[in-house]
């Protein structure tokens, strides 16, 4: 019997279509981080209670670039004690362990906690200086645009009850695919911002 792709696998497969370009990499191109990235929304999915997204940039050199899951590194992926990444861990293709200290930081705010969203970026891909893929830049407004389809996808898939953003265009990409819905900001955890982003996502949590 030959079975039919469902809305995971279909989008997963048109993530993966994309080309890379002088100043993205599309990791999605690669089996691994595919089925990374299917595994993990199949398992978030999965999971019971309240359904909270939550937006950010883009994926960096050093953590999603690299797993193909959003707010994620390969370190984290092997080593972190959270329940759900546990349980993730053994359906995943991780070589490496790079660590991504946004990824960490957030993550250790989710620790002892058993709710936890659904990460995704404004910009699904990874954007970089021109033709230095071992570097991060912000994604442009053309990019975010870009990414406003697969974003609103997901959240066919997924069925969101709170959405938030972390950071300022991740925040701005979930009010333009939302515009309904009342979207919560949550600061980026770089540039001196850990505890407030800490703050957001404890606030977001007890929602």
Known sequence: MILMPDKISEFVIDLGARPDTHGTSNPYRRIDCRLNLENYLRAMVARPGRRILVVAEALGYRGGGLTGI???SENLLRLAPHPFLRALRESLQIDGNTSEATATMVWDTLAGRRRIPLFWNAFPFHPHRSDEPASNRAPTADEVAEGQEYLV??????RPQVVAGLGGKGTAAAQRAFPGISII???HPSYGGKSDCQRGMEQLLRR
């Open 70 to 72: 959003p707010i994620s």
């Open 153 to 158: 996808r997901l959240a066919d898939i997924y």
């Open 185 to 187: 900001q949550i600061r």
